[in-house]
């Protein structure tokens, strides 16, 4: 009988593994369990690509927003951007196309015009459908949807529907206004604590959590409705170590910390310019 082969020190195999491609260190998780377990534990980080494939741009000037990919054909083996393999046919698919509507550290979360959100990665081609958001708790006010993943951490991911104030005459997607609320106008903005809607890819579906504000706020709702430049197309987010940076009305972001559910409100260099 052939001797069992001996085990190779976690920290001898790391030095070894870390020096393979991302796609080779990735296959390498499928050799065995030790393999995997060493990898996910030491060298996660080493999964990501270190370049930049391309850019997907959004296109929100035309009645329909629509979102194309760009790339170099230099840079590599070519991608393909489209995001006909979802599952939008027909007519409706080519007059309305899905919308990228967030995106981190290489998965998309898209919409389509019937309100169908996904997330997807786009060099894989894999994709999830997200369950049905659930009713708002603050009627009237607009969503935004914002994507937090981490691959270097875990590979699931979260979706935050994060809610904000219309732009003045706007109202949420249901006709309703904020301004219907008898003395909103007079609230501080943003409020005391956000009662926010997330879906986990974890436990695959949505669950209220609630943060709580650190800090000042930054005004009033009625402060915040005079500032007309500020579009839903401008409220980007970034998703930073464990905390989501979102840009909102007159210049200021609020960072929402996931380990311990709080919110800080920061403001921008120049933001008493926006108001003209």
């Known amino acids: 009988m052939a001797p069992e082969p001996t085990a190779v020190p976690d920290d001898v195999l790391a030095e070894v593994l870390w020096r393979l491609t991302p796609l080779a260190l990735a296959a390498s998780r499928r050799v065995c369990r030790a393999w995997r377990d060493a990898i996910d534990a030491r060298l996660r980080g080493h999964l990501l690509s270190r370049s930049m494939r391309g850019i997907f741009i959004n296109f929100t000037a035309h009645r329909n927003h629509f979102s194309e990919f760009f790339y170099r054909p230099s840079?590599?083996?070519?991608?393909?951007?489209?995001?006909?393999?979802?599952?939008?046919?027909?007519?409706?698919?080519?007059?309305?196309?899905?919308?990228?509507?967030?995106?981190?550290?290489?998965?998309?979360?898209?919409?389509?015009?019937?309100?169908?959100?996904?997330?997807?990665?786009?060099?894989?081609?894999?994709?999830?459908?997200?369950?049905?958001?659930?009713?708002?708790?603050?009627?009237?006010?607009?969503?935004?949807?914002?994507?937090?993943?981490?691959?270097?951490?875990?590979?699931?991911?979260?979706?935050?529907?994060?809610?904000?104030?219309?732009?003045?005459?706007?109202?949420?997607?249901?006709?309703?206004?904020?301004?219907?609320?008898?003395?909103?106008?007079?609230?501080?903005?943003?409020?005391?604590?956000?009662?926010?809607h997330i879906f986990s890819s974890t436990a695959d579906r949505w669950e209220e959590k609630t943060f709580l504000r650190e800090g000042e706020a930054r005004g009033t709702v009625a402060d915040m409705d005079s500032d007309p430049r500020y579009d839903r197309c401008r409220y980007h987010a970034v998703y930073w170590r464990g905390a989501l940076y979102i840009h909102c009305q007159h210049g200021f972001l609020t960072r929402m910390s996931l380990s311990n559910h709080t919110y800080r409100v920061i403001g921008l260099p120049g933001a008493h310019e926006l108001g003209g």
Not at 130 to 136: I, T
């Open 75 to 196: 840079t590599g083996p070519p991608i393909c951007g489209g995001l006909g393999f979802l599952p939008c046919k027909g007519i409706e698919f080519r007059l309305f196309p899905t919308e990228v509507a967030d995106h981190c550290n290489g998965l998309l979360l898209c919409a389509d015009q019937e309100r169908r959100e996904y997330v997807l990665n786009p060099a894989t081609r894999r994709w999830a459908r997200l369950p049905q958001r659930p009713p708002p708790h603050m009627p009237g006010f607009s969503l935004n949807a914002y994507l937090a993943f981490e691959p270097a951490v875990s590979s699931h991911y979260e979706v935050f529907v994060v809610p904000r104030l219309p732009a003045a005459g706007q109202s949420d997607g249901d006709g309703e206004s904020y301004k219907d609320e008898s003395g909103l106008l007079e609230s501080e903005w943003p409020p005391t604590s956000y009662v926010l």
